[in-house]
Every structure is written in structure tokens, then in C-alpha cells.
């Protein structure tokens, strides 16, 4: 069975997004930016939701072209092109940059890949909404979560609402420049 990983940054009252999507809360240094970007390397495959593919597809493909690119940006942007997706969307109609659509189920689609073992290694989830649905199915084997020392006040929560409760194990705990602190939990089962 192939890992689901849930990795997102946090403000430090537990959103991914303040209101109106607004993500300038988070920005990364040096440090964390290649943690994310090595993440990516290691990454098998991303699962997206339709917003979080927006953001990143709106931006990274051309990421570095940009004047004034870091180093840092450029190897992420080339990872995240290389790096094979799935959107999840009901009202997305095209996707590139090795990307796969998916309008179906996103949970029978994401329990057929989870089981896929031919496929490869780990897999990435972002996006509230298409966590969430894994969420409270029971697909995530783990959280890593990236808090940023910020209180946004509202927006977009990094959990949702679950039926019952998830019991997790702690794994690691890393602090970067600026306050950031990533901590990982697995899922026990």
C-alpha cells in the first residue's frame, strides 16, 4: 500500500489559508523553501484540489523564467513540472505539465491509488476540500504540518470536522529560520 501524506503550512491557529485565499503569511526561507523542494523530489505523485492546482499551476511552470529567480526556485519549479499530478476538480476541463484529471469520486480514486503498488512511492495530498474527504475516510498516513509563527484570524482550517477520532504518533520535529517548527504525526492503525 503507497503512503498518503497530508503536508501543508499552518498559521500558527491552525489555517492554510486566511481569508480571501490569502497565503502571504507563509513565506518560506532559504531553509524550508529547499525542505519543500526536496519534499517534492521524493514525491511519486501529488493529489490536488482544483484551488490549490490554480495556485501552483498559475505560478511554478514558468517559476523559473521569472528575473530575479533564486536558485532555490528554480530547482523547485523544475521538480514540480517533472513530478506526476492528479486535480481532482468537477469543473476543471484541462490540466498540464503531467497532470491527470479527475472528475469522478475523489475517494475511490484516491483508495485505487493508495493500493496501487505498482505505481511507485509516496504520494502528496494538498487542497482543504480534498484533504478533508480523505480525511474522514481514513486515507492519510500522514500530517506534516509546517507552522508558521502567525495568527491569520480565519480562513481556510487545515482539519475538517471528523466522525471519529485519528490517533497519531509523533515522528519528527524540525525547527527552521523565523519560528517556523514542522512536526510530523503518522496515523496509527
Known sequence: ???????????????????????????????????????????SLALYGRKLWQAMSSHWPTADKQPGAIPAAIEFAGRWRK????????????????????????????????????????????????????????????????THPVLVGGGTPFFTALDSWVNLRLVETRMFPDGVVLTRYETRR
Do not use: C, H
Not at 16 to 24: C, F, K
Not at 101 to 122: C, F, M, N, Q, Y
Open 1 to 43: 500500500m503507497r503512503k498518503l501524506t497530508f503536508a501543508m503550512n499552518m498559521s500558527l491557529d491552525g489555517y492554510i489559508a486566511a481569508a480571501g485565499d490569502d497565503l502571504g503569511w507563509s513565506v518560506a526561507s532559504g531553509e524550508l523553501f529547499q525542505w519543500w523542494s526536496d519534499r517534492v523530489d521524493a514525491t
Open 83 to 146: 513530478m506526476p499530478k492528479v486535480v481532482f476538480s468537477s469543473t476543471a476541463s484541462t490540466v498540464n505539465w503531467n497532470t491527470r484529471l479527475v472528475t469522478g469520486d475523489a475517494v475511490t480514486e484516491i483508495t485505487r491509488l493508495k493500493a496501487d503498488d505498482s505505481s511507485g512511492g509516496p504520494m502528496d495530498i494538498g487542497g482543504a476540500t480534498l484533504a478533508a474527504a480523505a480525511m474522514r475516510a481514513g486515507l492519510i498516513d500522514e500530517y506534516t504540518i509546517v
